[in-house]
């Protein structure tokens, strides 16, 4: 049909995402380590408080508090500690806001929620997320690629995945409230 958009393909997590998410993830926790002096008044240190959850899961908490869990393991091929402590949602929301999601993972620590990634494919969806986010923090911080917001033991970051288009939204609890 002439003038229609093309309709986004809902991509299952698989091990090429899954790469794509640790090296993500590493990247990303950079963003929680600048000193606090320099977070006071600028933008991507909101006063708001840092999520407590994300679609209920509540970070810190056990995983056998989160119901719903299901190891990746169970979806992707390869040996099972390449992906230790690492979950998914069965029926999980194919959006976050007004961006289509194409995977979300659920990262534990020493057995408790530590963090959780999002992917979405395309820049279009990745300004979506974006957009989201600005309108629950505030104005966030660019550093490099990645755009992201810092509190004393949390961080929001998004960014792309190298040599992908993906993209990749991270909340990150960074200090379990036992560390």
């Known amino acids: 049909m002439v003038g229609a958009a093309p309709k986004e393909e809902r991509v299952q997590f698989n091990g090429l995402a ?51 869990l299901h190891p ?19 029926g ?33 969806n990745a300004f979506l997320v974006k957009d989201e986010l600005i309108a629950r923090f505030g104005p966030g911080r660019q550093v490099g690629p990645l755009y992201g917001w810092t509190w004393d033991s949390f961080s929001v970051s998004l960014g792309p995945l190298p040599d992908s288009d993906l993209h990749a939204l991270t909340f990150t609890l960074e200090h379990a409230p036992q560390e």
Request: hydrophobic share 40%; charged share 20%.
């Open 18 to 68: 899954a790469k794509h998410l640790f090296w993500g993830l590493a990247l990303l926790l950079g963003l929680g380590l600048l000193p606090a002096a320099a977070q006071a008044g600028s933008p991507g240190y909101p006063e708001s408080p840092p999520p407590r959850d994300f679609r209920g899961a509540v970070f810190g908490a056990p995983l056998e508090d989160i119901a719903g």
């Open 72 to 90: 990746v393991t169970e979806r992707l091929p390869g040996p099972a500690s390449r992906y230790k402590g690492v979950y998914y949602r069965e």
């Open 92 to 124: 999980e929301p194919e959006t976050f806001g007004e961006a289509a999601v194409v995977s979300v993972a659920y990262y534990f620590r020493n057995d408790r929620l530590r963090s959780v990634v999002l992917t979405c494919r395309g820049d279009v």
